[in-house]
């Protein structure tokens, strides 16, 4: 049976756990010209996720007809000016940042999707692959997946190819973003030696706004961040 997408607009359709209490809860100026950074080693196929866009085996959906998918309400991301996401979550930081500050720990366990999930992609315009998350041992993806997923996906070099496919006009921007990582990190030779990371791309957004759904299938999602 043919499955159809929820309407996106003008929010996500989120869901909620009941009960759930959110807990309530940054622009890019002109940046000075910076030298090139060491050229990012090419790697044939990525490390940890996969180079093509939408594997054909995908993850199988729920056994029952779907017509839509809900994103949870601390995933969700609201395109409204000004409106603030569900958690206020650095992806350089380790998930487990947001414990008990932000969110509980059987929260952090509840279905990153309702029906939930075997696995999901998460897509970037930086990035030439998208982000798999896959279930862990309680069979559906989880909230805790879907960042630590993100956290370690940041975390990896990017390839050569990432990096010319960049649009001319964001170069300096991730650049910069670069320079200003090894800047703050204690290692700080080491970090400009092993070249530009993933996270770089973003170009110094790293505040995770939500994210929203596509027209690619209902287990593919976009980042968006600010």
Same mark, same amino acid.
């Given at each position: 049976?043919?499955? /159809?997408? &929820?309407?996106?607009? #003008?929010?996500?359709?989120? %869901?909620?756990?009941?009960?759930?209490?959110?807990?309530?809860? %940054?622009?890019v100026?002109? =940046?000075p010209? $910076?030298?090139?950074p060491?050229? #990012?080693?090419?790697?044939?196929?990525?490390?940890? %996720? !996969?180079?093509?866009?939408?594997?054909?085996r /995908?993850? !199988?959906?729920?056994?029952?007809?779907?017509?839509?998918?809900?994103?949870? &309400?601390?995933?969700?991301?609201?395109p409204?000016?000004?409106?603030l996401?569900?958690?206020?979550?650095?992806?350089? @930081?380790?998930?487990?940042? =947001?414990?008990?500050?932000?969110?509980?720990? #059987?929260?952090?366990?509840?279905?990153a999707?309702?029906?939930?999930?075997?696995g $999901? *992609?998460?897509? @970037?315009?930086?990035? =030439?692959?998208?982000?798999?998350?896959?279930?862990?041992?309680?069979?559906?993806?989880?909230?805790?997946? &879907?960042?630590?997923?993100? *956290?370690?996906?940041?975390?990896? +070099?990017?390839?050569?190819?990432? *990096?010319?496919?960049?649009?001319?006009?964001?170069?300096?921007?991730?650049?910069?973003? %670069?320079?200003?990582?090894?800047?703050?990190? +204690?290692?700080? /030779?080491?970090?400009?030696?092993w070249?530009? /990371?993933r996270?770089?791309?973003?170009?110094?957004? @790293?505040?995770f706004?939500?994210?929203?759904?596509?027209? @690619?299938? $209902?287990?593919?999602w976009? $980042?968006? &961040?600010q």
């Amino acid at each position: 049976m043919a499955t /159809k997408r &929820v309407s996106f607009a #003008p929010v996500n359709a989120a %869901y909620s756990p009941a009960p759930s209490t959110p807990s309530p809860t %940054y622009s890019v100026s002109s =940046l000075p010209s $910076l030298p090139d950074p060491p050229t #990012p080693p090419m790697h044939s196929t990525p490390m940890l %996720y !996969p180079r093509s866009p939408f594997d054909p085996r /995908k993850n !199988p959906l729920p056994n029952s007809p779907v017509e839509e998918m809900n994103i949870h &309400v601390f995933l969700a991301f609201n395109p409204m000016k000004g409106a603030l996401p569900a958690l206020d979550y650095d992806v350089t @930081h380790p998930p487990t940042f =947001l414990l008990n500050s932000q969110i509980t720990l #059987p929260e952090f366990h509840e279905p990153a999707t309702e029906p939930p999930l075997t696995g $999901l *992609y998460i897509t @970037h315009p930086c990035l =030439l692959g998208p982000i798999s998350v896959l279930a862990g041992d309680v069979g559906y993806v989880t909230i805790s997946d &879907v960042f630590h997923a993100l *956290y370690h996906a940041f975390l990896l +070099p990017t390839t050569t190819e990432e *990096y010319e496919n960049l649009p001319r006009e964001l170069v300096q921007e991730v650049n910069a973003a %670069y320079y200003e990582r090894c800047d703050r990190a +204690p290692d700080k /030779k080491a970090q400009l030696r092993w070249g530009i /990371k993933r996270i770089d791309l973003l170009g110094g957004q @790293h505040r995770f706004l939500g994210l929203s759904g596509t027209v @690619h299938g $209902l287990d593919v999602w976009q $980042l968006n &961040v600010q």
